[in-house]
T-cell receptor, first 114, second 113 residues
Framework: EPEVTQTPSHQVTQMGQEVILRCVPI?????FYWYRQILGQKVEFLVS????????KSEIFDDQFSVERPDGSNFTLKIRSTKLEDSAMYFC????????????FGEGSRLTVL | DQQVKQNSPSLSVQEGRISILNCDYT??????FLWYKKYPAEGPTFLIS?????DKNEDGRFTVFLNKSAKHLSLHIVPSQPGDSAVYFC????????????FGKGTHLIIQP
């Protein structure tokens, strides 16, 4: 069964460092998303991406964040200068149509900022 | 501002019985609701959804009920099985799209043998 894959599974970084989280969405999906879950809190929407551009972003997704689809398969989330409060599990998700919420999530990348 | 609320952080149910997970929402613009299940160290997995034009949707052991006037939905699992032990997230969206799904905090369902 096709799945969304994410790397790395866990990254530890120093505050102020740049981090890139990578995702390979399901191959025939057209809509891509990043969500995050801070430990003990709810899953929060960050950004959605379609047709090589951001279609929607939340207040969390400030200038420190960026997304890119550098080739036909990868979808990346970059955090330019990490802060302690960026420590969270980051989930990539994709779906084929975009008009239903049936997202397929990856297993997540745990980011720990020290 | 919690637009989607799951007031029970955990729920314990005996195997074979019915599990009922509840979710309330405040945003009247929400028109599409979903339930996701999450095991530890895995991403959320889609379970079942319901559009605001319906009040019930059933898929096997899972049924979602929507009460628009009360801004309340519930997920029923019958019969509950040990593999159902997981965290269940309620999510909602406005405009029927997947952009900006708003999640609740989740309910940890524990199925006891």
């Amino acid at each position: 069964e096709p799945e969304v894959t994410q790397t790395p599974s866990h990254q530890v970084t120093q505050m102020g460092q740049e981090v890139i989280l990578r995702c390979v969405p399901i191959s025939n999906h057209l809509y891509f998303y990043w969500y995050r879950q801070i430990l003990g809190q709810k899953v929060e929407f960050l950004v959605s991406f379609y047709n090589n551009e951001i279609s929607e972003k939340s207040e969390i997704f400030d200038d420190q964040f960026s997304v890119e689809r550098p080739d036909g398969s990868n979808f990346t989330l970059k955090i330019r200068s990490t802060k302690l409060e960026d420590s969270a599990m980051y989930f990539c998700a994709s779906n084929r149509q975009g008009d239903t919420g049936e997202l397929f999530f990856g297993e997540g990348s745990r980011l720990t900022v020290l | 501002d919690q637009q989607v609320k799951q007031n029970s952080p955990s729920l314990s149910v005996q195997e074979g019985r019915i599990s009922i997970l509840n979710c309330d929402y405040t945003n009247s613009m929400f028109d599409y609701f979903l339930w996701y299940k999450k095991y530890p160290a895995e991403g959320p997995t889609f379970l079942i959804s319901i559009s605001s034009i319906k009040d019930k949707n059933e898929d096997g052991r899972f049924t979602v009920f929507l009460n628009k006037s009360a801004k309340h939905l519930s997920l029923h699992i019958v019969p509950s099985q040990p593999g159902d032990s997981a965290v269940y997230f309620c999510a909602a969206s406005a405009g029927g799209g997947a952009d900006g799904l708003t999640f609740g905090k989740g309910t940890h369902l524990i199925i006891q043998p």
